[in-house]
């Protein structure tokens, strides 16, 4: 009937993504850069490790000096010095002469293998070895790990504790990364109410105050939450402070579209409709427009029509804001019933996932958040396709791997 | 040779569990709930909705005044009143009487069905119906969401955006939660020096620094650095003054096995040592212990090393003390190529998934991060197994499953 006068999800993903700037760059402490994104390749200044060192603890020697020795026939040589972690030796190592070396500490000149501590007896400066060595053994060789010149991290890289460990031994301790994005959330509704043990009349508790509070945190990027009742005028002056001091703005309720209603009249007033009414459920009434150059996305005010919205338009959007590139992950799985769908129109239906099975919920609704408690992932059924049979292959997404 | 000395992975991870204890619980503003663990299941105090609610724009009206009814032949109902989101109508509907609606808003008495506006003409108070509607269609029962006293959330699970909304519509504004611990994570070496561009002699860059700092924020715990020279009297006081504030304790270095080294001495002296050596490659100089009846973790001092000993047993352990029960999501792959492994030990091997397969790392040695940063998974070869061939199954650890 009216469906025809829907946009396609991925048109309007398309859309969308041709909207929007990233947020620019900061240089910041390695000490908080855990989970940032890189803005820039991560070139190593240094050799990691900065000298030949010995990867055991035990006695750097010529291994020549042990070619032929076994447990049963020792070579004999001669302890000249001690080096810890942290100390260099001055000494020279002659033939038959050894130094007794910690782990992680620079190889003394002249010495090409160390034997660890126990292969050898020691009594006071006299040691046996107990083996034969190969020349380079138990010796890391200087820039094994990183050389410097290196690119040892690409741009985009989210960072992880292992990271920061390479950039340390790169030799920076600031690291340049895409700034957060600040997000104005703005809710909507007459009937909203904070939280309380009891209500009255029409109130409904305001819970997207909390989700997408929430959501934004998950998307890495800073929230602003504020509440605006159903008057053009007041959503207007919110929107327009909002605005000055944030990447973007998220809203809900107010998107119906069989009708003028406030959020999206407000944006058409003082910025552009891009988008206004897609083919998904749940989750038909999104709007998508543009407010003095920044991205405006417009939820429904329903609990689970304004969850898919954002995770199907938003979420990708916060994280491509700031330098992201995280295609959620869909894996095949097998219907565990029949689910029916209509022709043009993308379908997310909440679902449970175990092993190779995924099994659709059976409470509907886009009010009912208990659906989104209780499923771990969608099935996604794309608009050229009629539905899903019983025990055939599907699309899904489980909820994991939408947050990064 | 000295391996039959060392603890079996499994036993000491058993041993580990047996000393934690979790950190206790507190009240906090449901605003900064998310990624926290509950501490008790949450019951609702409301049903939600709290009404009879139309779940579209339309008119309430009775079902029986549209029977039969068509687009070529419509009905037509006279509108007696309008109710918008927040408000509720006083009147009664008797028949062919309509009263306009807004989705989400309290369904008036009288009234059995809504019709969407779609569905509909209206001119002034006169509407035409343009289909036959069922009873009951486009009404959202009351408690169809929630109903008063249902458990809407288990304790232990870690809040994500969509239970701060069931929380919300469950009427409360603060929740219950597990505290995070309080971690020191203090690293040990004279060897040590921060980040640098150049550096002398036989420093070597403090990576470690920064990979447990983040790893302790990637367990939602609360980290706090310190560092010290290899001292016994120093790292005593350090362990003693730091013991004081906080719940548990990881250090690196000064774990040597063949030897008297300085944090396990430390350990011994002001408290209990319960593991030292495990049967892990790497990571075998892993310490454990209790001080003041916290538990103390010591790594090695070799940043791979520290990191497999860290996700063997430590991750799990922070979680564990905020009541998250995380399992580490072990999925099978086929093997690349043949991984030769020993008996007796187990084998933590970096490694990186693709699809259904999985290549072991070329990069090997306890210190080259880059291992860490280029792969994406263990591969891990109990005790039992000698190896595992080309082509064959083998159990993978991917690193996101690692946190929560």
Chains 1, 2 share one sequence.
Request: negative net charge; contains cysteine; hydrophobic residues 40%.
């Amino acid at each position: 009937m009216f469906l025809s006068n829907l946009m396609p999800v991925k048109k309007a993903q398309k859309i969308i993504d041709s909207s929007l700037k990233k947020v620019g760059v900061e240089k910041i402490s390695l000490e908080d850069a855990h989970k940032r994104v890189l803005s820039e390749e991560v070139t190593s200044q240094l050799n990691s490790p900065p000298f030949e060192r010995s990867s055991m603890d035990g006695y750097a020697i010529h291994a020549e000096d042990t070619f032929g020795f076994s447990e049963t026939n020792p070579a004999t040589l001669k302890i000249i010095d001690t080096i810890g972690a942290g100390q260099v030796s001055n000494k020279i190592i002659k033939h038959c002469e050894a130094v007794r070396i910690a782990t992680g500490a620079p190889i003394p000149e002249g010495a090409n293998s160390v034997v660890m501590e126990e292969y050898t007896n020691s009594q006071g400066n006299n040691l046996e070895v107990e083996m034969s060595l190969t020349p380079r053994e138990n010796i890391s060789p200087m820039g094994e790990d990183i050389k410097e010149g290196d690119i040892v991290l690409r741009k985009g890289k989210i960072l992880k504790p292992q990271d920061l460990a390479i950039i340390a031994s790169a030799g920076y301790n600031k690291v340049n990364v895409y700034k957060k994005p600040n997000i104005a959330v703005v809710t909507t509704g007459n009937e909203l109410v904070m939280p309380r043990p009891s209500i009255n009349g029409a109130e409904i508790i305001n819970s997207n105050h909390y989700t997408f509070k929430a959501m934004v945190e998950s998307a890495m990027a800073i929230p602003t939450v504020a509440h605006c009742v159903d008057s053009h005028e007041i959503v207007e002056n919110e929107f327009e402070k909002l605005l000055e001091t944030h990447d973007a703005l998220i809203s809900t309720g107010g998107t119906a579209i069989s009708k003028g209603d406030v959020v999206v009249d407000v944006t058409e007033n003082i910025g552009e409709v891009l988008i206004h009414g897609v083919a998904l459920r749940p989750g038909k009434p999104f709007g998508f427009g543009i407010i003095h150059e920044k991205p405006v996305f417009m939820l429904s005010g329903y609990p689970v029509a304004a969850i898919v919205q954002a995770d199907v338009f938003v979420r990708n959007s916060l994280h491509k804001m700031q330098g992201i590139e995280n295609e959620p992950q869909i894996v095949r799985k097998i219907a565990s019933r029949k689910i029916p769908s209509s022709l043009g129109r993308t379908d997310y239906i909440r679902a449970k996932t175990e092993l190779n099975m995924v099994k659709p919920l059976k409470i509907k609704g886009s009010g009912i958040i208990r659906s989104m408690v209780e499923s771990n992932a969608y099935i996604i059924i794309e608009e050229n396709i009629e539905g899903i049979g019983e025990g055939e292959e599907c699309n899904v997404l489980p909820y994991d791997s939408l947050t990064v």
